[in-house]
């Protein structure tokens, strides 16, 4: 079965800072790979996915993601992380090896962001 | 234009009592997933209907929880007999064919089971 790995419960940067939070995967198969960014009172955003072609993928508000095949891992990164960035960030991948529809969520890391 | 939206955004019961839960999703997507978000976790996956028809309810925990769509569109997740550890955010999304298309989240029903 598959699974996402989240290592970073809460990290905390400062305004203007560089920003890498980590995913790892457990998959068979080439999967799919999503972002979401979740808010306070706000639902789940979809930042970016990937699910073929160039490794590097560009998202919005100034995210990218970089799928390493090698490493199982779906690492998010921003160059420079604005006080707005603060929330709950999910990596999910899917689908599973049946063939289901859904998608597999991490625990999340959460994003504090310090002036 | 309007997005995913979810009624009630906060429902509180008693242990024991039947709960419904109302999504509203984007028109014209055909794909609803409901999903169980508990406290420091990642969103849960319940149910996936394509129009009408419920595709996979494999993430259904048992059989006090059922979902519907019966005209492809407006969804609803019911709840028998709550318990105290259903007590979570529950929420909806919905995606224009498939899962491969942008999942767009509502913001949730909070359900309290006291």
């Known amino acids: 079965a598959q699974s996402v790995t989240q290592p970073d419960i809460h990290i905390t940067v400062s305004e203007g800072a560089s920003l890498e939070l980590r995913c790892n995967y457990s998959y068979g198969a080439t999967p799919y790979l999503f972002w979401y960014v979740q808010s306070p009172g706000q639902g789940l955003q979809l930042l970016l996915k990937y699910f073929s072609g160039d490794t590097l993928v560009q998202g919005i508000k100034g995210f990218e993601a970089e799928f390493k095949r090698s490493q199982s891992s779906f690492n998010l990164r921003k160059p420079s992380v604005h006080w707005s960035d603060a929330a709950e960030y999910f990596c999910?991948?899917?689908?599973?090896?049946?063939?289901?529809?859904?998608?597999?969520f991490g625990t999340g890391t959460r994003l504090t962001v310090i002036p | 234009g309007a997005g995913v939206s979810q009624t009630p955004s906060n429902k509180v019961t008693e242990k024991g009592k039947y709960v419904e839960l109302r999504c509203d999703p984007i028109?014209?997507?055909?794909?609803l997933y409901w999903y169980r978000q508990s406290l420091g976790q990642g969103p849960e996956f319940l149910i996936y209907?394509?129009?009408?028809?419920?595709?996979?309810d494999s993430g259904l925990p048992n059989d006090r929880f059922f979902a519907v769509r019966p005209e492809g569109s407006v969804s609803t997740l019911k709840i028998q007999r709550t318990e105290r550890g259903d007590s979570a955010v529950y929420l909806c999304?919905?995606?224009?064919?498939?899962?491969?298309?942008?999942?767009?989240f509502g913001p949730g029903t909070r359900l309290t089971v006291l």
């Open positions: 028109s014209g997507h055909t794909a």
């Open positions: 999910a991948v899917g689908p599973d090896q049946t063939g289901a529809n859904n998608l597999f």
């Open positions: 999304a919905s995606s224009l064919l498939g899962y491969t298309d942008t999942q767009y």
């Open positions: 209907f394509q129009g009408t028809g419920a595709a996979d």
